[in-house]
């Protein structure tokens, strides 16, 4: 079985400070990692992945497989970064493997 | 290229009935998935469509039906509703094959 855990439901932090939203997963083979996030008023939208290495909006995010985590880091936030953050894994690129599984996201509130 | 659509917005209907939601996928892309968003939780996958077939399957009653058409634009549908089944649902497309799942708006439905 495959599941994503986001241990916090919200994160509150000044503009300039630096964000770390937390993400664990189990999965028995080699996942794929994904951050999705909902801006007010918005679909919800690919950030970033892991097999991409990229860096988006300030964003990145490394997969550990030791500790089956893919947490999202941004050294200093901004205001336009609120909005809802969820991490996602799916088993594999296409097939039948293709399905997302999601965490329960975090709010990221970032205040002036 | 509109992206993903839903129809409709929003939905009304109450304990015992049934209903369709409506979703077509963006331009190219082949495979639609759904995904039922319970408030306060994150994005939960119902099924999968391509090429007309359902292909996977989450873990939901067989109440939750769905349907492909040849233009790749996809049906859910629910019966008998229960109070439980209010929820934001969200079509998403991708290409078979392809790395990133694209998000409809989302049609919320409410069961009273």
């Known amino acids: 079985a495959q599941r994503v855990t986001q241990p916090e439901k919200l994160l509150s932090v000044f503009k300039g400070a630096p964000v770390e939203l937390k993400c664990n997963y189990s999965?028995?083979?080699?996942?794929?990692l994904f951050w999705y996030v909902q801006y007010s008023r918005q679909r919800l939208q690919l950030l970033l992945r892991?097999?991409s290495r990229e860096s988006i909006k300030g964003f990145t995010a490394d997969l550990n497989k030791g500790e089956t985590s893919f947490h999202l880091k941004k050294p200093f936030a901004q205001e336009e970064d609120s909005a809802m953050y969820y991490c996602?894994?799916?088993?594999?690129?296409?097939?039948?493997?293709?399905?997302?599984?999601f965490g329960k996201g975090i709010t990221l509130s970032v205040r002036p | 290229d509109a992206g993903v659509t839903q129809s409709p917005t929003h939905l009304i209907k109450t304990r015992g009935q049934q209903v369709t939601l409506r979703c077509s996928p963006k331009?190219?892309?082949?495979?639609v998935s759904w995904y039922q968003q319970a408030l306060g939780q994150g994005p939960q996958f119902i099924f999968q469509?391509?090429?007309?077939?359902?292909?996977q399957r989450g873990n939901f009653p067989d109440r939750f039906s769905g349907h492909q058409f040849p233009n790749y634009s996809s049906e859910l549908n629910v019966n008998a509703l229960l109070l439980g089944d209010s929820a934001l649902y969200l079509c998403?497309?991708?290409?078979?094959?392809?790395?990133?799942?694209?998000f409809g708006p989302g049609t919320r439905l409410t069961v009273l």
């Open positions: 998403a497309s991708s290409l078979e094959w392809g790395n990133e799942q694209f």
């Open positions: 999965y028995s083979g080699s996942p794929e």
């Open positions: 892991h097999i």
């Open positions: 996602a894994l799916r088993g594999g690129r296409g097939g039948a493997n293709s399905k997302l599984t």
């Open positions: 331009s190219g892309h082949d495979t």
């Open positions: 469509y391509y090429e007309e077939e359902e292909r």
